[in-house]
């Protein structure tokens, strides 16, 4: 009855097909807009815009088509007419209702899309009136040949590097450093990589980037000066990874002739200990790390490894458990984004005379040109030439580091 008073003798058929089509409209304007806004900004769209966006596209077909058309096209038409403005308000209403199950599909069909279509090439399609109306910061990283490798770390996959190349990446608006961040985060998230070094300028653009893949294995855990062997060694069956171990040659003792011994004597001499046999040697101290039948992993000094033989059979004799602070450093530091890296002071260098709290990173060793190591160093204390620092830091602060230590030219 209302519809009926308002419409008169309007002919429901054409006015009920408009309404319709533009409440498709609407429900499809929400839904690319919810896809869009999911797209660029990793969350859902606020449900007013969504709404906005639905709505203001039929009312500007309606004042542009349907107010001009009943004004132009039809003679003695006026614009005031209470029944197209109550067709008009059902119009309204009708795309503000399509607009919320739009947002909803627009929202739930992100995922899909994101995986058909890939959310690494969206941040390249953005143009920049749409950056700047979002308030986004968009990061071009460098040519292909121009990713870096990081030093002491396995390379990433050429794969890789050649999907990064010359990619536009966009984030929030934020400060040089916070964009930085955002960065590592966004390459080792979404592209699998496990290292990142990125030097960014102040109006975005990146100066450097070097990538790294994730370590595994006993390498990142050995120590500066240090090797791993792997010798035919009988352990002992109380050593375990992480032991300090004697490594000692046992040669064979010479067959005894005669009566065999008793259960007892057999039972003393079946396995004496290294020093008791004649001509057994003590070849190093060594940390076990695996075992795999008679095959023994040692980790031994790099001077130490050219007197093991892998043709003779070694004999582990385990020292006495202690704690060790160095393994669970070693495990902690593997699993931070810092890092352990060494930096040598030559003559010359800007850093001599530098004091330890200016450097701008963690020291925890200097070793001196006379091979005195200076643990743990005050802050307050100098550079001197032929120094070597021992510092923890991410590798971009290592890097600068090292830079800053060049000689002057």
Known sequence: MILQMLLGDV????????????????????????????????????????????????????NTV?????????????????????????????????????????????????????AREVNASVGRALRGVARLSSVELPA?????????????????????????????????????????????????????????????????LALGSRLAGIGPTLGPGTCAVAVEADPATDAGPGDIVQVWTTPEPPAESGAEATDAEASETATPAP????????????????TAGETVTLV????????????????????????????EFASLLRAADETLGVVDVPEGSPLVGVTVGDLGTAVVAIRESSGTID???????????GDSVYAIG????????????????
């Open 144 to 208: 292909t040949d121009e990713i870096e490798d990081m030093a002491s770390y396995d390379p990433v996959p050429a794969a890789v590097k050649a999907e990064l190349g010359g990619k536009t990446l966009l984030f929030p608006r934020a400060g040089t450093e916070t964009l930085r961040e955002r960065l590592v985060t966004r390459l080792k998230e979404d592209y699998n990589v496990g290292y990142v070094d990125a030097e960014l300028a102040d109006d975005g653009t990146v100066t450097y």
């Open 11 to 62: 002919d429901l058929l054409p006015a009920l097909g408009g309404l319709f089509g533009l409440s498709v409209l609407a429900f499809f304007v929400s839904g690319g807009v919810s896809v869009a806004y999911r797209w660029y900004f990793r969350e859902p769209i606020p449900r007013g815009l969504a709404a906005l966006f639905g709505v203001a596209t039929v009312a500007l077909y309606l």
């Open 66 to 118: 349907g107010l001009l058309g009943r004004v132009i096209g039809t003679p003695g038409g006026d614009p005031f007419d209470a029944v197209g403005i109550g067709i008009d308000l059902l119009t309204l209403l009708s795309a503000f209702v399509a607009t919320i199950p739009g947002r909803r599909l627009g929202d739930s069909l992100r995922s899909g899309v994101l995986s058909a279509a890939g």
């Open 300 to 327: 031994v000094d790099e001077g130490d490894a050219a007197a093991l033989s892998p043709e003779e059979r070694y004999r582990l004799v385990t020292l006495p458990v202690s704690a060790r602070a160095d393994q």
């Open 394 to 409: 991410r590798p971009d602060v290592l890097r600068g580091l090292e830079e800053r230590a060049r000689t002057a030219e």
């Open 275 to 290: 020093s008791e046999v004649e001509g057994a040697r003590r070849v190093t101290t060594a940390e076990l790390r695996a």
């Open 375 to 385: 643990s743990l160093p005050g802050r307050d204390r100098a550079l001197e030439p």
